[in-house]
């Protein structure tokens, strides 16, 4: 099977200097949902799953693009298996598909999917296919209560379509029809080809109909099949900031759908954003507002408070991430208790049972098994040896305004509140570091270390004075 996926057009009522096709739903550039689909189709028709396997066999999938083609290219520019054409000028649907039939194995069959229609499930586009089976010609289709603007399905008494029409081309009967095409459609390759090929621009919009293959494929005989969506939201388009919104939610509420699925508990389904893969365990527990960026993963029994940030995270079993915490690029062993107001940054490793607490920053370093950091710490390129203790306002000074240094913090140590640790520096296991110290040496193992100025009072200071204000 071929794949063509015309990406070409501007999206004028975007307002936007971005192509269409790359505007993001649930993280994603439309586009990229659109290559998955295809992708997944492929593999499943193959029997192969990898992409290496895919461009290996040939290039299948083809994308038309025209708007800001390079800015496309560029986006996809890494993956072998697809081949690009560009549409200039932009002559309609049978134009940009035939601009890409040179490019399609005369083979099998050939769906058409669009840039941004983004949504559209792969069972549904398997069921398509199947519909096309035995060469002939499947449509998908969705009934809408307000057709007006859509090309309408109009079927003979057997249930086959037998012609599409579009809006301005529609007679006054025709227009009442509330089945329209979606334009996603299934042909055998060969026929196809000579179907284009013979394509005019007699129509209202003097442009190349896509659609008016139907017309052909009846000619010469070919069956064509409609399938209907249960869900007609499942083939929106995007074509305008509005619409794109709309989009998003219907794409956060299947992916909100399939994590409950999975096990996880949403205390609000309707107020949760995965902007790309959210991996979960049994019972897992999310809070409203909460983001999930990247690829992230919740073992068992995970709880995450409300309005947390997660990106590129893997959690262990058990552990509790407390509301408006921020974590990115970390990894965070079983039972943990992290925030509120936590924020690991990327290289952050937490142990198991170890203890985060509130405006407590992690960056690049390992904390290990049963640690606390409870209060105002920042911790940055450093070790925390397993059971030690960072006091209240204890900070890691890692950076000499040139370069990183390491900081060594050893096992069970006691970290009192407000100390700086001025890297590169290590405390031996054991230690006490007294409240206060600013430590720029090595500590010693098991020994109190105090390194602060000595106190002193200066007998009969006065507190100056405010000058009194000049009379106006």
């Not at 909460?290 to 990106?311: H, Q």
Request: hydrophobic share 45%; net charge neutral; charged share 25%.
């Amino acid at each position: 099977m071929n794949v063509v996926i015309l990406a070409a057009g501007q999206g004028k009522r975007m307002r936007s200097g971005l192509p269409k096709v790359l505007h993001r739903i649930a993280g994603r550039p439309m586009l990229a949902h659109v290559i998955d689909s295809a992708r997944q189709l492929l593999a499943a028709d193959r029997g192969e799953a990898t992409d290496a396997a895919l461009a290996a066999r040939g290039h299948r999938i083809v994308v038309v693009v025209g708007h800001g083609a390079d800015a496309v290219r560029d986006a996809f520019g890494g993956e072998a298996e697809l081949q690009w054409v560009v549409q200039e000028p932009q002559l309609g649907t049978g134009h940009a598909v035939g601009l890409a039939a040179p490019l399609l194995d005369g083979d099998g069959a050939t769906i058409v999917l669009y840039g941004d229609v983004p949504l559209v499930k792969v069972d549904t586009l398997r069921t398509l296919a199947a519909a096309a089976a035995a060469g002939g010609v499947a449509v998908l289709t969705q009934r809408l209560a307000d057709p007006t603007g859509y090309g309408r399905i109009v079927r003979g008494a057997d249930g086959t379509i037998v012609r599409i029409v579009e809006q301005r081309d529609a007679s006054p009967d025709e227009q009442r029809i509330d089945e329209v095409n979606t334009g996603i459609v299934v042909a055998p390759t060969g026929p196809l080809k000579r179907w284009l090929a013979a394509l005019d621009c007699r129509n209202a919009q003097q442009e190349y109909y896509l659609t008016d293959i139907v017309t052909a494929a009846l000619r010469d005989g070919v069956r064509v099949n409609g399938v209907t969506l249960a869900d007609p939201d499942e083939a929106a388009g995007v074509n305008s900031r509005a619409q794109l919104a709309a989009a998003e939610r219907y794409a956060q509420s299947r992916i909100a759908r399939a994590l409950m699925d999975a096990g996880a508990t949403l205390l609000d389904p309707a107020r949760i954003d995965v902007r790309g893969r959210l991996d979960v365990g049994r019972d897992v527990t999310i809070d409203v507002g909460c983001i999930f960026e990247g690829a992230v993963e919740l073992g068992d029994r995970v709880t995450v408070g409300p309005y947390c940030v997660l990106r590129d995270v893997r959690v262990a079993a058990g552990t509790e991430i407390l509301g408006f915490s921020h974590l990115d690029g970390a990894q965070v062993g079983a039972d943990a208790r992290l925030g509120p107001f936590a924020r690991l940054r990327p290289g952050a490793e937490i142990g198991d049972r170890v203890h985060i607490g509130n405006f407590v920053e992690v960056k690049a370093s390992l904390v290990e098994a049963g640690a606390k950091a409870n209060h105002l710490a920042y911790i940055g390129d450093a070790r925390v040896g397993a059971g030690t203790n960072i006091g209240a306002g204890t900070i890691v000074a890692n950076y000499d305004g040139v370069n990183k240094h390491r900081t060594d913090i050893g096992k069970n140590v006691l970290v009192g509140s407000n100390v700086v640790l001025v890297a590169p520096v290590t405390v031996g296991d054991d230690a006490t570091v007294g409240a206060g110290s600013t430590v720029s040496r090595d500590v010693p193992a098991g020994e109190l270390t105090v390194a602060r100025a000595r106190q002193a009072t200066i007998r009969g200071w006065q507190r100056p004075k405010r000058k009194p204000k000049p009379a106006s």
